[in-house]
């Protein structure tokens, strides 16, 4: 009843001492604006246009000066004459100084959004490296998700990190190869309008996977322009890409893109590589402030792989730095999604935001890690496939509460997300073709349902957002090879504080402190295995730093940070056993900067230490396999009304443990990309290149125990994937 009554009040309070403007910012094309900068200059106070370009601003009286900035548009500052406002924003290039740092809990959106306005992306693998301190890895030929390293966590193929598209999740939950498996690959670059991520487990939003992080990416609303696109460039790569706009007026919006890539690849075998992406989008802009967004979108691929060699067999001139052991690895997969989001602005201060969703999706794989060591007759080749649905839904309560000058943004929200995977396995097999056994053959079903509260109080220069998760798991297995019919079944549930505090000196400092509790849930096979013991390990996370500008066209942030992670089983899917994984303890440092030298140049660049180990070890033997220590990336683009565009981009990963006592290393590398693009009139002419110093280096690595078909006794040793040797393609755009 006490809380009922404190809500009241404060609803009261709001309505008798809250003066304020409200409004909506658009487009030069009257187009709305999605997170416009709104900040009143006398007063400090300052809100963002949501996905409608619709704001309301509290603490503004007739005469205030309010400055509203974007990151695609010139800046305007406007008196308040009205309590109604109606904002044009006209286009105009990118500009450092026109960025204000204002007081929200996502203030690190302004480091991803000022990189894709400087330097955009090529491929949907680069969407990842967007993040700062974030790496990744190919090693099966280009169709199978990236290894990703992030904060000290070889994350695998996702088990750490919480990915998401427009809502919908990305993360594959108990799949065959790995937890957490993230394929990126349906999405076009291109298509991407934002990225919205964060380091650590510190929002009530995000549930499970993320306690390194996570990352959101949202695809445009509207085009620009169609355009045709073809790319073509050494061993054999070709790719076509067509985004057309269906319709784009005030209210509605509506397009589909397609791309198709082919390549044979660098290694002696070639890879015979080939995917293709559809996706559509709609949008409509509703009466009342609403919004409707559909949208859809498939993709297959299919590839052979030369996988991962080792060492010995190089130096020993068995095969070349680029040959296979079993060049008979590789794979299919494809994924279908369908997703729906609905805003309802219920009146000024409420909206509430849905998303509900479904995906298709497909998985075979095979690979030889060990060759000879398991079987010495057949081989060790094994395929793992599955076939799932996902079926979701998102629902999220947003109020804001006006206190005097405290402004409280509440959000509270509920999901459900089902996973529905039939006949999941893992099978020994020959060249693909022959059968030697079943290993593990089942099917799941998994079932996450949470709730979570959030506010985000701001009362002069200060910020508090505390939060509140709630995660119910269940987890079904049943067992195909069992001779008799048995599903085995446990529930577990979590709970996840959070605590974020934020110190705004003005709009070029802020301080900020980050607490919070998150988790990763463990394979299916492994909580019945385990019969519901230690299967939802808990991550707590601290991150203390800064953002600050100390001049108008440069940017730094930096932090110091903790993550401990409790004590887990962990499934491996390539030998279909549960192995122990102990408690772990990571810190380090982050630092970035931003700073746009004259109109048209702009450099970035950010550096990473991490501290790494596992915390019940003997010190000789506490490392954390493969956890990066040293991680720098940085580049120069140069972009000019002229219509030419060139960026230089280097990313720097250091040698690191590849097993627990060090005795084996994982060699480090630098790498340098760049290209060359100008546009003239309708048509774009483009050179990208990869490697330009043709480096030596291994794209993956691990410490593996393998033995060769000619060898008495196993080694263990560096297994490598090589990385890209120089590689140039040509690309031609023609826009209309």
């Known amino acids: 009843m006490r809380v009922v009554l404190s809500l009241v009040l404060i609803i009261s309070l709001s309505r008798s001492f809250a003066q304020g403007v409200r409004g909506v910012v658009l487009s030069q094309d009257k187009k709305p604006l999605v997170n416009a900068t709104i900040y009143n200059l006398q007063t400090g106070a300052h809100e963002h246009s949501n996905e409608n370009g619709f704001f309301v601003l509290r603490d503004v009286r007739k005469g205030d000066s309010l400055r509203i900035t974007h990151v695609s548009c010139a800046p305007q500052t406007i008196a308040v004459i009205s309590d109604t406002l109606r904002i044009i924003l006209q286009s105009a ?18 480091i991803s959004d000022i990189d894709l306005e400087t330097s955009p992306v090529n491929s949907s693998q680069e969407l990842l490296r967007k993040v700062p301190g974030l790496f990744i890895g190919q090693h099966a030929g280009g169709g199978k998700a990236e290894q990703i390293f992030l904060r000290g966590f070889d994350i ?39 990225i919205d991520f964060d380091k650590g487990p510190y929002y009530a939003n995000r549930g499970n996977l993320a306690t390194a992080g996570y990352v959101s990416f949202e695809t445009k609303d509207r085009l620009h322009n169609s355009l045709v696109q073809l790319e073509a460039g050494k061993f054999n790569s070709f790719r076509t890409l067509g985004m057309f706009n269906l319709l784009n007026n005030e209210k509605n919006a509506a397009w589909f893109a397609t791309d198709y890539i082919r390549t044979d690849g660098y290694f002696d075998s070639p890879q015979n590589f080939s995917r293709i992406n559809l996706m559509g989008k709609y949008s409509a802009w509703l009466p009342g402030n609403d919004k409707l967004t559909i949208s859809a979108s498939h993709f297959k691929s299919q590839w052979n792989a030369s996988g991962q060699i080792p060492d010995r067999a190089v130096k020993e001139g068995l095969i070349g730095r680029f040959g296979a052991i079993d060049d008979t690895e590789g794979g299919n997969t494809s994924r279908s999604n369908i997703n729906l989001q ?43 496939k599955e076939k799932r649905n996902i079926i979701g839904f998102q629902s999220e309560f947003n109020r804001n509460f006006y206190l005097h000058t405290t402004v409280i943004d509440f959000q509270a929200g509920v999901m459900l997300r089902n996973d529905n995977i039939s006949n999941i396995e893992l099978t020994r097999t020959i060249n693909r073709k022959t059968i030697i056994e079943p290993v593990v053959l089942g099917d799941i079903n998994e079932t996450n349902l949470a709730g979570y509260a959030n506010a985000e109080i701001r009362t002069g220069k200060w910020v508090f957002n505390p939060g509140l998760r709630l995660d119910q798991l269940k987890f079904d297995y049943t067992d195909l090879l069992s ?112 700073y746009q030298f004259g109109k048209y140049v702009f450099i970035n660049g950010d550096l990473t230490y991490t501290y790494a180990r596992a915390t019940e070890e003997p010190k000789e033997a506490n490392r954390i396999p493969l956890a990066p220590r040293i991680t720098a990336a940085g580049g120069v683009s140069f972009k000019f009304p002229s219509g030419f565009d060139a960026s230089i981009k280097t990313r720097y990963l250091g040698d690191r443990p590849a097993n627990e006592d060090n005795s084996i290393v994982a060699k480090g590398y630098c790498i340098t990309d760049a290209g060359i693009h100008y546009q003239w009139g309708k048509f774009g002419f483009g050179i990208i290149t990869e490697n330009i110093f043709n480096v030596r280096w291994n794209e993956t690595q691990f410490a593996t125990t393998s033995r060769l078909q000619h060898e008495p006794e196993a080694v263990e040793e560096i297994h490598f994937t090589p990385g890209t040797p120089f590689n140039v393609r040509g690309v031609i755009t023609y826009k209309f």
Not at 99 to 109: C, D, E, Q
């Open 93 to 110: 290039a990118f500009q450092l100084e026109n960025v204000t740092i204002t007081a929200s809990v996502r203030h690190l959106n302004i």
């Open 156 to 194: 695998d193929h996702g088990t750490d990190i919480n990915i998401s598209v427009d809502g919908m999740p990305v993360n594959m939950v108990s799949h065959a190869h790995g937890q957490g498996y993230a394929d990126l690959h349906f999405l076009i670059p291109e298509s991407i309008g934002k």
């Open 342 to 384: 609905f805003l309802k602005q219920v009146d000024e201060n409420t909206f509430v935001k849905n998303t509900a969703y479904f995906s298709r999706y497909d998985f075979e794989l095979y690979s030889n890690f060990t060759f000879w060591l398991n079987d010495p007759v057949n081989g060790d080749q094994i395929r793992q």
């Open 483 to 594: 001779d008799v019919y048995k599903q085995q079944s446990q529930s577990k549930s979590i709970l996840s504080p959070k605590l974020n505090i934020i110190y705004n000196k003005g709009h070029r400092l802020q301080y900020f402190l980050k607490l919070g509790k998150g988790f990763h849930s463990n394979d299916t096979r492994v909580v019945v295995a385990q019969q519901g013991n230690k299967i939802l390990p808990a991550a707590y996370g601290a991150d203390l730093g800064v953002i600050w500008k100390p001049l108008p066209r440069l940017m730094l942030n930096a932090s110091a940070w903790y993550l401990y992670l409790e004590q887990e089983f962990v499934y491996v899917g390539d030998e279909g056993v549960v192995e122990p994984g102990g408690k772990t303890r990571r810190q380090g440092i982050d630092f970035g900067a931003r």
